[in-house]
Every structure is written in structure tokens, then in C-alpha cells.
């Protein structure tokens, strides 16, 4: 039997899921970057697109999913020449590359009012910020990148409106998706339908590769916010002969506050959805599924479930707060995290690499 079928034989799969959150992103990415050096100490030139035989994301967990399984360009490739992209087999970011990308472009895609007010006001009516920002830092990163040009096995979570019903954007083996049929999405078009959070960006419109839809997307995280369980029922279908699944959950801080009778009783339609409360209703149900996510992994036999996040006290829980003074809080929430889950990380360094 040739390597390429061992490969999709073996008994115990490694997965890693990523929350949405934002801007909040920032702290998976950063957490990823510490087990990146890590598993460097034990095995050079060895990434995490190969650490891991899955990769999920949800809205900014896509940005880090895709980000780490897109590959360079071949060396000989010129990017500016008419032939058709030719890839290598290295990834195109790192980890750490990618926390500093929240750093340095975060304010690029939410960028600060001064009246923020207003802000909330429009937000009312409109979508908060114009998604050509978002979209422009994409193309930039990736290019003519697309989803099946992935390094390895990757999912990515939308919903698709038109055909009103979750759409899985997904990198499988040839094996599968030739039998399938999987749309082929460009990775900045995934990233942008996974991440088209209602209130904050319009949806997106979108053609597949090959020019089938329109698929109308918008953010996965209303009904997978944590994309845990959408990975290891996927792991299951690469790897049905697997005994064993590996799964490192990432969340990017937990945000949804508590309330008493008294604060809700009156509340109506608007004190739900409003904005300036952190949208109540969706933060109830981001929270809600990942916690059901957490609770039936967390006891699956077939499952070692790692579940790392943090509480945001001291910092803006909002998605969208770039200001160089949140981001400052938020890598420390990081490094909290960090210190926090050493052990944890020095063992998986060494089961992954």
C-alpha cells in the first residue's frame, strides 16, 4: 500500500480548532505561536500544517486555519507572469506571523471612529464597517490562493443564505472530495464568507472557482462559533479507521456577561440585538454552542479534548476594538494563557512533533 493511503489509515488524529472572536484572534494566535517554537525545539522545518492532520476555523479562526495551511509559491514561480500559480510545499505563514498581522493590519479592517456614537448608531442600520478593507488585507496575504491549494486537511465554517443552510468549506483528501464534489472556494473569499459577521459586515456574494453559486455567505460563528465538533465529525469521515482523535480547541477569550431577572425582564427586541450591549442575544448563542461543543467532546471516549481559553476582564470583550491599548491587554491575556498552560503545551510539543 502506497504512503498516501497509510497516510489516511492511521489510528490516532491530531485536530485543531479555532474560535471566532475578531480581533480577538490575537490570542490563539499567539498561543500557536508558543507551541510553534515549542515543537521546533524537537523537530526543525516540521509546522503546524504538519502537526496537524485538521484544521478548523470559524470567522478569525478561518484567518488562522487558512493562513497557516496556505503554501509559498514555487521558487521558480513569478507571481507576475500569465502561468497558471505553482505552489511549494512550505506554508506561506507562521503563527507568529500571523499574531503580528492582528498587530499590524487590525486597525486596516476596524478602523476607530471618532465619534463612536455615531458608530453605534449606524450600526443600527447598516453594517458597521465597508468589508473592501477586510477583503483588500486578504488579497494582499493570499492572493490566488484557494481553498483545495490548502497543505493539508482544513475546514472553514459560513452560512449560506441562498440555499439557507450551513456551508463547510473544506479541504479533504482527493479520495473524498472527488466523490463529493467539494466547491472550491479562493482562501480570501472563505476567510471573508466565514468572517461577514451580521451588524459588523455585509454578506458576501460569492462565486466557487469554477464559477458555480452565487453562494450569499455570511459568519459561520451562528452556528459554530467554536468548529471543534464540525472538525471531529469531518476527522472521522478522513480517518474511518481512527481509534483515537487529538483535539486543541482554542477560544478567543470568553466575553458573555451574566444578568440578572431584574436587567432583562423589560427588555425588548432592541435591548436584544443592541450593539453598544455587545449584541446580548448573539453572545448568548456563540457561548451556548461552544459550551455544548466543549461538554460532548470533553467526554467522547474516542477523545482527548484540550479546551485553552481565558476570561477578558480588564479588556474590551468586543470583537472589533483594534486600538494599539486593547491589543496591548489582549496579548496579555495571551501570555496568561501561556504561563498558564506550559505543561499542557510541552506535552503536546512532544505528541505532535
Request: hydrophobic share 35%.
Amino acid at each position: 500500500m502506497n504512503n498516501y493511503m497509510n497516510r489516511y489509515l492511521k489510528r490516532e488524529v491530531n485536530i485543531l480548532s479555532i474560535d471566532g472572536g475578531g480581533i480577538r484572534g490575537i490570542i490563539p494566535a499567539l498561543l500557536l505561536a508558543e507551541l510553534e517554537k515549542k515543537i521546533a525545539l524537537r523537530r526543525k522545518n516540521y509546522p503546524l500544517c504538519r502537526a496537524f492532520d485538521l484544521l478548523a476555523g470559524t470567522s478569525t479562526g478561518s484567518i488562522i486555519a487558512l493562513g497557516l495551511t496556505a503554501p509559498e509559491f514555487a521558487p521558480d514561480y513569478d507571481p507576475d507572469s500569465q502561468e497558471p500559480p505553482r505552489y511549494s510545499k512550505q506554508p506561506l505563514f507562521t503563527a507568529s506571523e500571523l499574531a503580528q498581522t492582528y498587530i499590524d493590519r487590525g486597525i486596516e479592517i476596524f478602523p476607530r471612529w471618532i465619534f463612536n456614537q455615531l458608530k453605534t448608531v449606524r450600526q443600527a442600520f447598516t453594517e458597521k464597517y465597508n468589508s473592501g478593507r477586510f477583503y483588500t488585507v486578504l488579497d494582499s496575504m493570499l492572493g490566488p490562493r484557494t481553498v483545495q491549494d490548502a497543505l493539508t486537511n482544513v475546514l472553514v465554517t459560513s452560512y449560506d443564505l441562498a440555499s439557507a443552510r450551513p456551508l463547510i468549506i473544506k479541504k479533504r483528501p482527493p479520495r473524498l472530495a472527488q466523490k463529493i464534489d467539494d466547491p472550491n472556494f479562493y482562501m480570501r473569499d472563505a476567510i471573508m464568507g466565514s468572517s461577514a459577521a451580521p451588524t459588523f459586515f455585509e454578506p458576501i456574494q460569492v462565486e466557487t472557482v469554477d464559477g458555480q453559486g452565487p453562494h450569499v455567505l455570511i459568519d459561520g460563528s451562528i452556528f459554530a462559533n467554536n468548529p471543534a465538533m464540525c472538525a471531529f465529525i469531518e476527522a472521522q469521515k478522513i480517518y474511518p479507521r481512527a481509534k483515537h482523535f487529538r483535539i486543541l480547541s482554542l477560544g478567543t477569550g470568553t466575553r458573555t456577561p451574566s444578568y440578572t431577572y431584574q436587567q432583562v425582564i423589560k427588555w425588548g427586541m432592541v435591548e436584544w440585538m443592541l450593539p453598544s450591549k455587545g449584541v446580548p442575544l448573539a453572545s448568548m448563542m456563540n457561548n451556548g454552542q461552544s459550551e455544548c461543543v466543549n461538554y460532548q467532546l470533553q467526554y467522547h471516549p474516542r477523545v482527548s479534548y484540550n479546551r485553552l481559553n481565558i476570561p477578558l476582564e480588564g479588556c474590551d470583550r468586543s470583537m472589533d476594538n483594534a486600538s494599539p491599548e486593547n491589543l496591548e491587554c489582549l496579548q496579555e491575556k495571551a501570555e496568561q494563557l501561556i504561563e498558564t498552560y506550559q505543561p499542557l503545551l510541552d506535552r503536546l510539543a512532544h505528541e505532535l512533533s
